[in-house]
T-cell receptor, first 113, second 119 residues
């Protein structure tokens, strides 16, 4: 069962354009992480959001956690070729030793110069 | 952020042999480590959760006898692919959570991955 729906799955844009990636679920998460992964490497953590309605900014990247903690979005302003990569959202659930991250399917972003 | 080191980065082995992949948390202790498998241009698929000092918990459809996991210390977990076959070729990634994480469900840190090719 895919608990996190991430969209779009593929996105190809020109340098300078803006874009938004969505991560939606019917389940509540205690936190949500966004990762960026380049080919042949492990995912690198971009941000963690834990509070409903929370907004975090990382340079040109803006992350938002839904009020109900079921969805999140990543907005990139003025995309650059260096932003190219696989973006993954992952929801974390509390539960002591049963903690587990659930990943979305990922968004493969290509920013063309 | 915290550092998780995975070794080797890539390995080529003959069909029928076994391969061991190591995952180390370098600057923190991790009671729990996770092993994932990833196919090209796809997301991460959780294979198993490794708990220090106890047996790993495997996801449905993952063969326990084929993917042996050992978590002998708070900083090291290993994944051994036994009797590897070409269909086991994939990108394997580990991740670890900091023991000191105050809020359950907070971030995990990933190793750089291991590209396994079975010929």
């Amino acid at each position: 069962t895919q608990l996190l729906e991430q969209s779009p799955q593929f996105l190809s844009i020109q340098e300078g354009e803006n874009l938004t990636v969505y991560c939606n679920s019917s389940s509540v998460f205690s936190s949500l992480q966004w990762y960026r992964q380049e080919p042949g490497e492990g995912p690198v953590l971009l941000v963690t959001v834990v509070t409903g309605g929370e907004v975090k900014k990382l340079k040109r990247l803006t992350f938002q956690f839904g009020d109900a903690r079921k969805d999140s979005s990543l907005h990139i302003t003025a995309a650059q070729p260096g932003d190219t990569g696989l973006y993954l959202c992952a929801g974390g659930r509390s539960g002591g030793s049963n903690y587990k991250l659930t990943f979305g399917k990922g968004t493969l972003l290509t920013v063309n110069p | 952020g915290a550092v998780v080191s995975q070794h080797p980065s890539w390995v080529i082995c003959k069909s029928g042999t076994s391969v061991k992949i190591e995952c180390r948390s370098l600057d923190f202790q991790a009671t729990t480590m996770f092993w994932y498998r990833q196919f090209p241009k796809q997301s991460l698929m959780l294979m198993a959760t490794s708990n220090e000092g106890s047996k790993a918990t495997y996801e449905q459809g993952v063969e326990k006898d084929k993917f042996l996991i050992n978590h002998a210390s708070l900083t090291l977990s290993t994944l051994t692919v036994t009797s590897a076959h070409p269909e086991d070729s994939s990108f394997y990634i580990c991740s670890a959570r900091d023991l000191r994480a105050v809020v359950w469900g907070t971030e995990a840190f990933f190793g750089q991955g291991t590209r396994l090719t079975v010929v």
